[in-house]
């Protein structure tokens, strides 16, 4: 909803690109489905480019394609610098960033730095080196514990424990008497994780980092990009939580004062080319911690994963936005917003049920793009679609597998079109012959509710308030009233009104209480729902307002 009221120029445009930058996460497998083999690939990507385009976003944010068993749906790399047959080919990529280049969009990809697949060629050539050799140095191989003096390296060497669930380490040889070491793995077996401490991973990396910034891709997502160090001498986590805990803020396994180095090294290479490369850190860590991996000379971005644990709760937006610009005035580099990814509960799930959770959910996005920061917009947010409660005989995840949540209930094909036909219009082409082929993960029914062909023609649905915030948000930084030095104050009013002010002249409201609230004095330049008639927010509503 934008509403009357011109805004006065606040001063020059002195941002970086990446400053106020809206970028739409693609999870290529549930884009678009380009020949019909039930998974989404990159000509479905392409055929789809100018929708995402039409959203007016800056970037496309896109999940590995790489060569990849899948046993993480491609989070398991086997070839940094190629593309897996699912997905295409590299005259499809090439295609890809050209045609995004030409419709004004910039490319992120993934880069995973913490693990490979156990399909790598250096980590197969490890596993055949044996004990002791130099292929092993590049991964974490340690000889075992035994449980006696008969049964050598029957233990893994600690007591770490997976992300996923069960033990962080496997045999890297079960049949050998004479093989008794383990390799570490933070996620599933099929992901061994590179020994950092090598300087040839470094060197490495560097490389995959080369070629694709040679290509012309703007910028990287840096995958668990605070857990490549591991405390030296892999002791063990205190016995009462021995767990890697989600990686977050365990010192244990993570967050090592090494790893900066190697983000201040990537920072130079990023800053060797023109334009500048971007870099964006998925660094799972309380924000003062966080805020380390964005000082002045390493990445540029990493997301605010503790304001995407937060529920419906305006006591700890207000706590968690404080941290947050507290982390910012130390460091400089203002919060990464994003509500969801591929990993996370749907919002609209998380902020309540049904039709109270979409609601929140749509005023939650809207007071997002109106921080001070970048955002983040995960396919398939735009259109609201909530949680799937995906059976359980189709689930594939491997987090799931070794009994853990499963993450696919956020990764189901997008839907296109009203009509069922092609799975919502998510597969392009009819499957040759006569075989059907499904999705690679079943749609639910009334998934055609949510599509995107019945939106587009709706001006009050998310996408069209998406579309038109984003808009309303570029000119806001073109007139100058959206600036880089914008910090957050944040508060809460009476009602749970929580209020970020990004400057004396604008500030985000969200209604996140019970009761209509009135809205602080000025104009109000959009809200994610109308206002009631007395002008005032009704519970679940967000609105921009300017101040003079
Ligand atoms: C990141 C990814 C997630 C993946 C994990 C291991 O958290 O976002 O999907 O499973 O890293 O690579």
């Not at 993934?110 to 590049?138: K, M, Y």
């Not at 490549?228 to 892999?234: A, E, P, Q, R, S």
Request: charged share 20%.
């Amino acid at each position: 909803m934008t509403h009357d009221g011109g805004t006065p120029p606040r001063g020059p445009v002195t941002a970086e690109w990446w400053q106020s930058a809206v970028i739409y996460q693609v999870y290529p497998r549930s884009f678009t489905d380009g020949n019909g083999d039930g998974v989404g690939d990159l000509a479905g990507l392409i055929a789809r480019l100018p929708y995402i385009a039409s959203l007016g976003v800056d970037g496309v944010w896109l999940t590995p394609f790489q060569p990849s068993p899948q046993v993480d749906q491609g989070y398991d790399v086997s070839d940094y610098c190629g593309v897996d047959p699912l997905f295409g080919t590299m005259e499809d990529f090439d295609r890809l960033l050209d045609l995004a280049h030409s419709l004004g969009l910039r490319i992120l990809l993934d880069v995973v730095p913490n693990h490979c697949s156990s399909a790598h060629p250096l980590f197969q050539e490890a596993l055949a080196a044996g004990p002791g050799s130099p292929e092993r140095e590049l991964f974490h191989f340690v000889e075992g514990r035994s449980s006696s003096p008969d049964s050598r390296s029957d233990l893994p060497p600690n007591n770490w424990q997976s992300v996923f669930g069960g033990r962080a380490w496997s045999r890297a040889n079960p049949d050998s008497e004479t093989d008794t070491e383990w390799y570490l793995h933070l996620f599933s077996a099929g992901q061994p994780d590179w020994n950092w401490r090598n300087p040839a991973v470094g060197d490495y990396f560097e490389n995959v980092l080369r070629f694709w910034f040679d290509k012309g891709v703007d910028g990287l997502r840096i995958d668990v990009a605070h857990a490549l160090f591991k405390t030296d001498g892999l002791p063990d986590a205190p016995s009462e939580s021995p767990v890697v805990d989600g990686l977050r803020s365990n010192p244990l396994v993570s967050d090592q004062e090494e790893v900066h180095e190697v983000y201040r090294r990537w920072r130079r290479l990023a800053e060797k080319y023109q334009p500048h490369r971007l870099l964006v850190g998925e660094v799972n860590l309380e924000p003062a911690r966080a805020a380390r991996y964005t000082r002045r000379d390493e990445m540029h971005q990493a997301f605010a994963f503790a304001f995407v644990r937060l529920g419906w709760d305006a006591a700890t937006w207000a706590e968690v936005g404080t941290e947050l610009e507290a982390a910012r005035k130390l460091h400089g580099a203002a919060p990464t917003w994003a509500l969801e990814n591929h990993d996370i509960v749907r919002s609209a799930n998380r902020f309540g049920s049904a039709e109270l959770g979409a609601r929140r959910a749509r005023a939650a996005l809207v007071a997002l793009l109106g921080l001070p920061g970048s955002a983040y917009i995960y396919q398939g947010q735009e259109l609201g679609l909530p949680e799937v409660d995906v059976p359980v005989a189709a689930r594939v995840d491997p987090m799931w597998a070794r009994g853990g949540v499963t993450r696919d209930g956020a990764r189901v094909p997008l839907p296109w079109t009203q009509d069922a036909a092609l799975t919502h219009g998510f597969t392009l082409q009819e499957p040759a012959a006569d075989s059907a082929v499904a999705p690679w993960l079943p749609v639910p029914a009334g998934w055609g509710d949510y599509a995107v062909d019945l939106q587009e023609q709706d001006p009050g649905s998310l996408l069209a308030t998406v579309k038109d915030a984003v808009a309303l948000r570029r000119r806001l930084w073109e007139d100058g009233l959206f600036t880089a030095d914008d910090g957050g104050t944040w508060r809460v009013e009476a009602g749970n009104l929580l209020l970020c002010e990004r400057s004396p002249h604008f500030l985000v409201a969200v209604a996140m209480g019970t009761e209509p609230v009135k809205p602080p004095a000025g104009v109000v330049l959009f809200s994610a729902f109308p206002l009631a008639e007395d002008g005032w927010l009704q519970p679940g509503n967000a609105a921009w307002i300017r101040r003079n």
